[in-house]
């Protein structure tokens, strides 16, 4: 398994776990970038599941590991770019492994070139009946081959259903590192989160956050609330607190949920939380939280300091796999029945992804290139001249990435003195 990120290393995890039904051996690989996991990223989100080996590689140092050991099964849990890098690295290969992919979440954006770059891959997971039927559309749409899209669920659905305790009034705010993006709706959620605090002073309102100052998760977080919570012109009530932590211990004690259109949301639908997706800043693709239109889960801070909880829609939750009779495991069977499938034949047929650089001259070789997996002309670079051109790469992203997450938060920091 290899992942770019924190919410992606949960996702292809969780996926592993459920894909092998004995014991196997399961090696991790990060793919270095700026969303690289730190340790305590992984421990958090970790999933229950402890690879045999943990390595950062590149993308052409990931193909390079995969020709030189035998694997049946990788699970790509990347951004689409990084996808369709690596099924055109590895169908340069001689043996190949069975090739999985998908997405960790609600698919709101970029969904044509998203699935257009997951294409080539044996098995293109779907979270819903709605995806399933969107991804096959978009397929057949280009003249596609849709037949690696397989409906299941997101795999971090579960947990105890909710069940109110005594004593217990629990609001937990899911935030997200980029929605919003600007500094002035950050500043206008965090302001009605307190007051909506000061508003319940019996109630525990808890910001749940997704990384610390310095850490990035999927998405870079420019404006972290942590700072933005300094700012504030009044100390927030004793009620108000930030945490951390993993998603599904919180919602295990958590009464309300809300958020602007984080996945948590479907956490917390699948346990039968209450849960509203906010509309304050208008109901928008670029938030995302269009997705839950016909959920009966849009609604209001001024609506929630009233004391009004929605209920969601059966049907809606239905459609996107949220709170189904069907246990995950089951519903995941489809996937382990195409993989044995695939394992057992004499040989795998060749990957051919949708792009290539007859269909996408102009775009493909830039992606491959992103990824250090374009293939160099003859005698262009060779022994000594590739292993130092290599080197080089490695510590120009290195400073990059040190800089990313360590050096321009501090001059931000500094900024703002």
């Known amino acids: 398994m290899i992942a770019d990120s924190d919410t992606r290393w949960k996702w292809g995890a969780l996926t592993a776990r459920r894909l092998s039904e004995r014991d196997v051996d399961l090696s991790g690989f990060l793919l ?27 993308g052409a140092e990931f193909v390079r590991a995969l020709q030189q050991d035998t694997y049946d099964v990788v699970i790509l849990a990347l951004v689409g770019g990084a996808v369709q890098a690596v099924l055109h690295g590895l169908a340069a290969l001689d043996r190949r492994p069975v090739v999985v992919t998908g997405y960790v979440g609600v698919v709101y954006e970029k969904l044509a070139d998203g699935l257009l770059l997951r294409h080539g891959a044996d098995v293109v997971l779907a979270n819903s009946r709605h995806d399933a039927e969107r991804f096959r559309s978009v397929y057949a749409g280009v003249g596609a081959d849709a037949s690696a899209v397989i409906e299941t669920a997101l795999p971090f659905l579960g947990g105890a259903p909710y069940a109110p305790a005594d004593g217990r009034d629990t609001l937990v705010f899911a935030a997200q590192p980029s929605v919003p993006e600007s500094r002035e709706d950050r500043g206008y959620l965090l302001r009605r989160l307190v007051e909506h605090a000061r508003l319940h002073p019996r109630r525990e309102v808890l910001l749940k956050l997704r990384s610390r100052p310095g850490e990035h998760t999927t998405h870079i977080e420019e404006l972290p609330y ?21 998603m599904g211990e919180l919602l295990d004690r958590t009464d309300l949920l809300v958020t602007v259109s984080s996945t948590a949301a479907l956490e917390s639908l699948h346990r039968r939380i209450p849960t509203v997706v906010l509309t304050d800043l208008g109901v928008r693709e670029a938030l995302g939280n269009h997705h839950f239109i016909g959920s009966g889960c849009l609604a209001s801070w001024d609506r929630l300091d009233a004391g009004e909880r929605p209920d969601a829609d059966p049907v809606w939750l239905a459609g996107q796999g949220v709170a189904a009779d069907v246990p995950y495991d089951t519903a995941f069977h489809a996937v382990r029945e195409r993989v044995a499938d695939l394992l057992a034949r004499p040989a795998l047929p060749p990957i051919a992804p949708y792009y290539t650089a007859a269909t996408a001259p102009g775009y493909l070789p830039g992606i491959l290139a992103r990824y250090r997996l374009d293939t160099a002309p003859a005698g262009e670079v060779a022994g000594v001249r590739r292993v130092v051109r290599d080197a080089l790469r490695d510590v120009a992203r290195g400073a990059y990435r040190h800089g990313v997450q360590r050096v321009a938060p501090v001059i931000r920091r500094m900024g703002e003195l």
């Open 226 to 246: 942590q700072k933005l919570a300094e700012k504030l012109a009044a100390e927030p009530p004793p009620n108000f607190r930030l945490v951390y932590g993993h």
């Open 32 to 58: 270095r970038g700026r969303a690289t996991p730190t340790p305590r990223q992984l421990a958090e989100v970790g999933a229950g599941v402890d690879p045999d080996d943990l390595r950062e590689v590149t």
